[in-house]
């Protein structure tokens, strides 16, 4: 088992998200440096806008808060940025809902599991070796070989689920 298979979890209503952008933004220059990659000004945007709030985000939002600074920033520049940080572990991509999430632990490759709260929207992160284990095992059972997985279930967080009336 994972020793920490809770990477993310559900953030109070309270919480600082300028903290964890400063943070990520920081670990994010320095993988970039230590790849010989560039987090070019509009990738590194596009990072900050994603891990602006804990709730998963459409590229077409991220282009709309793009525009903000780029005005003429179009589909293909926000995609393209977010394949990079995808593909260099800073963000995840939310299948179930074409959307994208900060990855809690940066640059490290892993399989996710995400806790999606079907009333706000909030996402934590699990990455637990026995449920990979057990996935691989499954598959490997049927004569299937996982390219990559990604486990996505939903509910309700914390303070949604003690929310008066629930």
């Known amino acids: 088992m994972s020793s920490r298979p809770v990477v993310s979890s559900f953030k109070p209503r309270a919480h600082d998200h300028r903290r964890c952008v400063a943070q990520v933004m920081a670990v994010a220059e320095a993988l970039c440096a230590s790849r010989r990659v560039r987090l070019t000004p509009t990738r590194r945007r596009v990072l900050e806008l994603v891990w602006q709030s804990h709730e998963p985000v459409l590229a077409y939002d991220l282009l709309a808060k793009l525009r903000d600074d780029q005005p003429r920033a179009a589909p293909p520049t926000v995609y393209r940025a977010l394949e990079f940080l995808q593909a260099q572990g800073l963000v995840h991509r939310i299948e179930s809902l074409n959307a994208y999430c900060g990855c809690a632990e940066p640059g490290r490759p892993h399989s996710s599991q995400f806790l999606i ?3 706000c929207n909030a996402v934590a ?3 637990d070796d026995d449920i990979n284990t057990l996935i691989e ?3 490997r059972a049927a004569g299937f070989h996982t390219d990559s997985q990604t486990v996505e279930v939903r509910g309700r967080c914390p303070a949604c689920a ?3 009336g629930r």
């Open 117 to 119: 709260c079907s009333t």
């Open 125 to 127: 992160e699990l990455d």
């Open 162 to 164: 003690d929310a008066p």
């Open 137 to 139: 095992a499954r598959a």
